[in-house]
């Protein structure tokens, strides 16, 4: 099985950072913008976490009068988030969603949207956020996961590889699985294209 670690996986989203928002604006005009804006219509005007802020393409999904603090691994990431943050109610914080700086039970909400394609450790990653989140809280995903289809299953795992040295992210996880060994149970599974690409919702379990 192919591995990437924290400081590989940084140093791969810094050097993309500046084209990371051309080389995905077909994609987001097409497909991710509507998804985006369908899994934000399930948070509500409070405070919640977003993980994997990245260049900040949710912000303008985030409910209005909502507090939101994002975090990232990529300080390049965060510097184009910062240009895209007019309002005073979004907290941006560069840290490593496998050591969040937060105190058990602290949110209602974490939200992650493309991002545990990309964390190392991904179970790690959702411990972590399963200890900050509220007991009654909600995780809520965006992501896209080895398809169910074995012969789609079999080119993924083929080619993943590639987008692992080139990008830093994987085509071949099983985040429903992962996010259940991190002791989440799914509420809601919503598949969006195929059995690639879903939305979650998910509890403490």
């Excluded at 109610?89 to 490593?96: A, P, S």
């Excluded at 900050?132 to 289809?149: Q, S, T």
Aim: overall charge positive; glycine content about 8%; hydrophobic content about 40%.
């Amino acid at each position: 099985m192919m591995e990437t670690t924290t400081s590989i996986t940084r140093n791969k989203y810094n050097r993309n950072s500046g084209l990371y928002d051309l080389f995905e604006f077909p994609a987001e005009i097409l497909l991710y913008g509507r998804w985006r804006k369908q899994l934000f219509s399930n948070i509500g005007n409070q405070k919640f976490l977003e993980v994997g802020v990245g260049t900040g393409k949710n912000f303008n999904y985030h409910p209005a009068g909502s507090m939101a603090i994002g975090v990232d691994l990529s300080e390049g990431m965060l510097r184009k988030a910062k240009l895209k943050s007019k309002q005073k109610t979004k907290i941006l914080i560069q840290t490593d969603i496998q050591h969040l700086p937060f105190a058990d039970a602290t949110f209602d909400q974490v939200v992650a949207t493309f991002v545990f394609c990309s964390v190392p450790d991904p179970v790690v990653g959702l411990r972590e956020i399963r200890r900050i989140l509220k007991p009654d809280g909600k995780l809520y995903l965006l992501e896209h996961v080895l398809p169910e289809n074995k012969i789609l299953a079999k080119l993924f795992n083929a080619f993943n590889f590639i987008t692992v040295k080139r990008g830093g992210f994987f085509i071949n996880r099983r985040t429903a699985e992962n996010v259940k060994a991190a002791g989440f149970r799914i509420v809601k599974e919503n598949n969006l294209l195929s059995t690639v690409f879903k939305s979650f919702i998910f509890e403490p379990g």
